[in-house]
């Protein structure tokens, strides 16, 4: 059975951002599930998500683009009635040192990272200023605070996204908006399994806890700021990385 509350999930299709979406959907959210290139997995996780009693609405569109940012916030209010909670958490990494990095590789990175929140959240604060209430909970990273070779590009567009947090925390919280930000260290998904075993061995050395992180882990911490539970909790940013930064 549904709670009544609906979430707008960006980059849903797999990793941390499906993760999400399961994890809400147990709790009784009603979930809107943004992707931008098509898989076949995507029918099936909306089956699986409905499974949980709750309804699910698929919208198609890059967050990269505004216009279909706006197209995407429409879809999901017709399907869904509103937008109680926005997970801004589509993203991509392009590495490499700055030497030898092409303009494109760089702007590719932050349009769809920081533009891209910029893009989805701007067409959602409106309905929240409206209903007086919401959540936003954007990804963010350990390398938007700590920085780390080869990722200029990622780290910009990831410490943007801090600095956009605070700000509009401070913009909305007389309207009983909460904004935070979660910083995942490193964490099982596609972007981490490239790595070879020597790599993954040296990241567990610099984490406390030893163990590269699950989306799973990113998931209930973003259940958490959703929640009631973290309703004095705004314009923060939630390590969830085992100990790397401190």
Same mark, same amino acid.
């Given at each position: 059975?549904?709670?009544?509350?609906?979430?707008?999930?960006?980059?849903?299709?797999?990793?941390?951002?499906?993760?999400?979406?399961?994890?809400?959907?147990?709790?009784?959210?009603?979930?809107?599930?943004?992707?931008?290139?098509?898989?076949?997995?995507?029918?099936?996780?909306?089956?699986?998500?409905?499974?949980?009693?709750?309804?699910?609405?698929?919208?198609?569109?890059?967050?990269?683009?505004?216009?279909?940012?706006?197209?995407?916030?429409?879809?999901?209010?017709?399907?869904?009635?509103?937008?109680?909670?926005?997970?801004?958490?589509?993203?991509?990494?392009?590495?490499?040192?700055?030497?030898?990095?092409?303009?494109?590789?760089?702007?590719?990175?932050?349009?769809?990272?920081?533009?891209?929140?910029?893009? +989805?959240?701007? @067409?959602?604060?409106?309905?929240?200023?409206?209903? &007086?209430? #919401?959540?936003?909970?954007? $990804? /963010?990273?350990? !390398?938007?605070?700590?920085?780390?070779?080869?990722?200029?590009?990622?780290?910009?567009?990831?410490?943007?996204?801090?600095?956009?947090?605070?700000?509009?925390?401070?913009?909305?919280?007389?309207?009983?908006?909460?904004?935070?930000?979660?910083?995942?260290?490193?964490?099982?998904?596609?972007?981490?399994?490239?790595?070879?075993?020597? +790599?993954?061995? @040296?990241?567990?050395?610099?984490?406390?806890?030893? &163990?590269? #992180?699950?989306?799973?882990? $990113? /998931?209930?911490? !973003?259940?958490?700021?959703?929640?009631?539970?973290?309703?004095?909790?705004?314009?923060?940013?939630?390590?969830?990385?085992?100990?790397?930064?401190?």
């Amino acid at each position: 059975m549904g709670n009544g509350k609906v979430v707008f999930v960006t980059g849903a299709a797999r990793g941390i951002g499906k993760e999400i979406c399961l994890e809400m959907a147990k709790e009784g959210y009603d979930i809107s599930l943004n992707y931008r290139t098509k898989t076949d997995d995507i029918e099936d996780l909306k089956k699986q998500i409905e499974s949980y009693g709750v309804r699910c609405a698929i919208v198609q569109g890059d967050v990269a683009s505004y216009e279909e940012c706006e197209k995407m916030v429409n879809q999901t209010v017709e399907e869904l009635g509103k937008i109680d909670i926005l997970v801004n958490n589509a993203g991509i990494t392009k590495d490499g040192l700055l030497l030898r990095m092409s303009k494109e590789d760089f702007t590719n990175v932050v349009d769809v990272n920081l533009v891209g929140t910029f893009n +989805v959240t701007r @067409n959602v604060i409106p309905l929240m200023v409206k209903q &007086r209430s #919401g959540r936003i909970i954007s $990804i /963010a990273s350990v !390398v938007g605070i700590a920085g780390n070779a080869g990722q200029t590009n990622y780290s910009a567009s990831k410490a943007g996204i801090i600095g956009f947090t605070k700000s509009l925390a401070k913009e909305v919280a007389s309207r009983n908006i909460l904004v935070n930000a979660i910083a995942p260290g490193f964490v099982a998904t596609d972007m981490t399994k490239v790595l070879s075993d020597d +790599v993954k061995e @040296n990241i567990n050395t610099m984490i406390p806890l030893k &163990r590269i #992180g699950t989306p799973n882990d $990113i /998931a209930k911490a !973003v259940k958490f700021l959703a929640s009631e539970d973290s309703s004095y909790i705004t314009g923060q940013v939630l390590h969830v990385d085992g100990g790397m930064l401190m």
